[in-house]
């Protein structure tokens, strides 16, 4: 995997405090909140599908001057809330790292779910909603590729940590 030299969690975290985003923080980095040792060089959110979130998140975005991972430079990409309700799923490359902003994650039914289970952290200076690591293993089952299987046995052994109080 190509490490992000420009990965500043922090930063986005901050723009997407300021600009009021509703999320939970999916993937590596919530792993990490809850100990999981892996390695991440991205920050994944599923956001709230909202029309006024996908505002507040369409601010954050351009804010961090988001654009969309592996296009070509001349595709166009509008970078607005009605390209967001019409998508799920969208992949970014920001001036902070890579920022990946997921509407219903394989495995979940979405921000709702995601968010009713969420447990708080703080993180950057921020109280950040984080999946439970139940949801983090479904997630990560669902996704299916290789990666994902070797961070569900990861994640599974960091439950049974977390369960036995060690």
């Known amino acids: 995997m190509k490490r992000n030299e420009e990965f500043d969690p922090k930063r986005v975290l ?3 405090f300021r600009r009021g985003v509703r999320f939970v923080l999916i993937g590596g980095v919530a792993a990490n909140a809850l100990g999981s040792p892996m390695v991440t060089f991205d920050l994944d959110i ?3 599908r909202d029309g006024d979130n996908l505002e507040r998140l369409t601010g954050a975005l351009r804010e961090l001057k988001a654009r969309l991972r592996g296009a070509p430079t001349d595709v166009p990409f509008l970078l607005d809330a009605k390209t967001l309700e019409a998508g799920d799923h969208f992949t970014f490359t920001t001036t902070a790292g890579d920022l990946d902003c997921l509407g219903t994650p394989a495995g979940t039914d979405g921000f709702k779910g995601l968010h009713a289970n969420a447990v708080r952290y703080e993180i950057a200076g921020h109280t ?7 949801d983090l293993i479904a997630m990560k089952r669902a996704a299916g590729r290789p990666k994902d299987l070797i961070a569900v046995e990861n994640l599974a052994a960091l439950k049974e940590e977390l369960e036995q109080g060690t």
């Open 14 to 16: 901050d723009v997407l």
């Open 46 to 48: 599923c956001y709230a």
């Open 128 to 134: 950040v909603a984080v999946a439970s690591i139940d």
